[in-house]
């Protein structure tokens, strides 16, 4: 219902209000005078609402942008960029009654902070403050949401500054009369009847909504930039208005209210009865801390929750008393064994020094036994095996190595080297070796001691062996002959791959110069030094051959243990 002529005033304050609405959302969800709405919830009580905590939702909603909440200043609304208008309202109605709310405006050029009641049918209750003027605030009201042919706006002196302290405006609102407060001190009042008859008066259930908006933006209509006091400079932001409290009381007590016609009067708006649940949300008791929780238990509740917090304690300190008694004797059980460990390694290293042996040189110098040669040789079966003990170790004197009188470490293992057994094999591997020996001046090499060599005896001492010789003879003719069983004595026996009781022989069936005891072995003579030593004994398929017949026995494909055929010593 607009009027049909304007005056210049009169059109720069309706593109300001054009604007302003857009700006300051200014909507409606459902206009009542052109279609059926759904009833509105009522506040149905008298509240104040501290802003120093974000208040429920089900009661303050916030809209384009966010707002901060503390004890100091209450809600925060900042304007810092274009665009920025943040806002927040309530979701419930009150139908006449008071709205008081304590705020500090914004400053700055073209910014406006506003608190304004508007109802679903567009009526309208304002204060707005003009960042330029911190002195001052406007006050005005719409009906139905129409402009007047003239403003009804007026100014009002704030004492002191709107800007720096936080101010109580109130507005009291009835039926018959409108009335606004600065601090206690009615600066306006609005009869109903002066306002178009009741029609352009606020008359219909309204809800309370608080923000800022830039006027002065620069994409606003002239008009409304300069009513704002000019254009908007963002980069002096940002700009702050802030809100202590508010305090609403409605003047009725129902549940909500229903619009029952198009008319948008007072009279059309019924009051259904009832408990609002707006009320109900409000006064809701807080959830209760663990604290008020156990304050409100009962005596033999708490006796029990005491007792069952020390039975569980106790088993826990029990709990854990135990593992530790474990765990100390665990650690000791493992010490006691660390020390018997390392007692028996000190009493072994004790026996070492005591023997004159050196343990770090077992790594180096000890043997591997192969389990298939220790078979073929007969010193392992499917179920055990047996390794020879290394004899002890005796120093030889260079310039005899024939001691008639005893048997010495190097003689014993040419002995067993000459038999050719695993025995003689295992006593070379002993680890401490015995000093090399000597004849005529010159050291024998470990292969020349370990192997005997094949001479002939064509006489001389140092001649290379003949290419057919198939017997050992002695290193020489006649001078150096191996010393016979009379001269050393007998030997402890070594195992032999003949019968214990077969006679054996050492010298050839053509010469035959060194005779054996029956069932014994004698050890043969150190030998002389060797010009070209004679490869390692390999043991070839067949071993000493299918039957072995001691030293002078026959072998299958040869005459003797030296002799040709698969088996011997090649």
């Excluded at 309208?124 to 330029?132: A, K, P, V």
């Excluded at 057919?468 to 030997?491: E, L």
Aim: aromatic letters at 8%.
């Amino acid at each position: 219902m607009w009027l049909p002529s304007f005056q210049p005033a009169a059109l720069a304050l309706l593109a300001a209000t054009l604007v302003r609405h857009a700006a300051a959302q200014v909507t409606t969800p459902c206009f009542p005078m052109n279609k059926t709405c759904p009833a509105d919830p009522a506040l149905g009580m008298d509240m104040t609402f501290n802003f120093n905590v974000t208040p429920k939702f089900e009661v303050w909603e916030t809209q384009v942008g966010p707002v901060t909440w503390d004890n100091t200043n209450g809600a925060g609304l900042r304007i810092t960029k274009q665009g920025d208008s943040p806002t927040i309202r309530t979701k419930f109605y009150y139908f006449w009654g008071r709205a008081e709310i304590i705020m500090k405006a914004a400053r700055g050029t073209g910014i406006i902070s506003s608190v304004m009641m508007l109802s679903d049918n567009l009526d309208e209750i304002d204060w707005e403050f003009l960042g330029g003027d911190p002195t001052t605030v406007q006050t005005n009201y719409y009906g139905k949401g129409v402009i007047p042919d003239k403003s009804n706006g007026l100014t009002h002196k704030v004492p002191g500054n709107a800007q720096d302290d936080f101010h109580n405006y109130t507005t009291v609102w009835t039926k018959d009369q409108l009335d606004f407060y600065i601090d206690g001190n009615k600066v306006r009042s609005l009869l109903a009847k002066d306002a178009n008859n009741t029609y352009y008066y606020p008359q219909t259930p309204m809800r309370l909504s608080l923000g800022i908006w830039a006027g002065g933006d620069p994409s606003m209509p002239k008009g409304t930039r300069e009513w704002a006091g000019g254009d908007t400079d963002y980069s002096k932001g940002p700009f702050e208005m802030y809100v202590k409290a508010a305090h609403v009381q409605d003047g009725s007590t129902g549940k909500e209210y229903l619009y029952t016609d198009k008319t948008g009067s007072w009279q059309s708006v019924k009051v259904v009865e009832g408990n609002s649940t707006i009320k109900e949300v409000i006064t809701a008791p807080p959830a209760k801390s663990l604290s008020d929780k156990w304050n409100d238990l009962p005596s033999g509740a708490k006796i029990a929750v005491y007792a069952s917090a020390g039975g569980v304690g106790a088993l826990l300190l029990l709990t854990a008393i135990v593992y530790c008694i474990r765990q100390r004797r665990r650690g000791a059980r493992e010490a006691a064994a660390a020390e018997e460990r390392a007692q028996a390694e000190r009493l072994e290293l004790e026996r070492f020094r005591q023997a004159g042996v050196d343990p770090d040189s077992f790594s180096s110098a000890a043997a591997e036994y192969k389990p298939k040669e220790m078979q073929r040789n007969g010193l392992a079966d499917a179920d055990s095996y047996s390794i020879p003990p290394s004899p002890s170790l005796q120093p030889m004197n260079p310039t005899s190595p024939l001691d008639s009188g005893r048997w010495d470490a190097a003689s014993a293992a040419l002995g067993a080297a000459a038999v050719g057994g695993a025995a003689g094999a295992a006593a070379m591997r002993s680890p401490r070796s015995p000093a090399p020996l000597l004849h005529n001046g010159a050291p024998q090499s470990p292969r020349s001691v370990a192997s005997p060599s094949i001479y002939s005896d064509r006489g001389g001492n140092n001649r290379s062996p003949a290419p057919s010789a198939r017997h050992p003879q002695s290193p020489g003719a006649g001078s150096m002959r191996s010393p016979t069983q009379s001269q050393f004595g007998q030997q402890n026996p070594s195992r032999s791959f003949s019968s214990p009781n077969a006679q054996m022989r050492a010298g050839s069936p053509a010469q035959g110069r060194h005779d054996f005891g029956a069932g014994q072995m004698t050890r043969l003579g150190s030998p002389a030094p060797i010009a070209h030593p004679q490869p390692q004994r390999s043991f070839t398929t067949g071993g000493y051959g299918e039957q072995e017949q001691g030293y002078g026995g026959k072998q299958q494909g040869g005459d003797g243990y030296w002799g040709g055929g698969n088996g011997g010593y090649r």
